[in-house]
């Protein structure tokens, strides 16, 4: 019932800065895990940042103090800004939403992935 529509890829060069949104639609983010994993190329797909009800927030230590993840709740869409982006951040960026978390088998619907690249 939620479908997931994700906007934000782009170029950008180290250390520069990009923001990805995940507007979701059928039911409101603030009542789900909202997450944002990657995937690099020849990578398996990793956790990045997640944020719950509540709105406590959970980072992966590789975008800790880069990386912010928020809700707008008027908007019904989840952010992750990235900033001081590092060659090994390029990958495909997913969006998620877990009714009860963000383990493998508690993702109820994923985005479409956008991809962020970085040049060094």
């Known amino acids: 019932q939620v479908q997931l529509v994700q906007s934000g890829e782009g170029l950008v060069q180290a250390g520069g800065s990009l923001r990805l949104s995940c507007a979701a639609s059928?039911?409101?983010?603030?009542?789900?895990?909202m997450s944002w994993f990657r995937q690099a190329p020849g990578k398996e797909r990793e956790f990045v940042a997640a944020?719950?009800?509540?709105?406590?927030?959970s980072y992966a230590n590789s975008v800790k103090g880069r990386f912010t993840i928020s809700r707008d709740n008027a908007k019904n869409t989840v952010y992750l800004q990235v900033n001081d982006l590092k060659a090994e951040d390029t990958a495909v960026y997913f969006c998620a939403a877990g009714r009860r978390g963000i383990g493998a088998n508690e993702i109820d619907y994923w985005g479409q992935g956008t991809q962020v690249t970085v040049s060094s």
């Open positions: 059928g039911r409101a983010v603030s009542t789900y895990f």
């Open positions: 944020i719950n009800w509540i709105g406590s927030e």
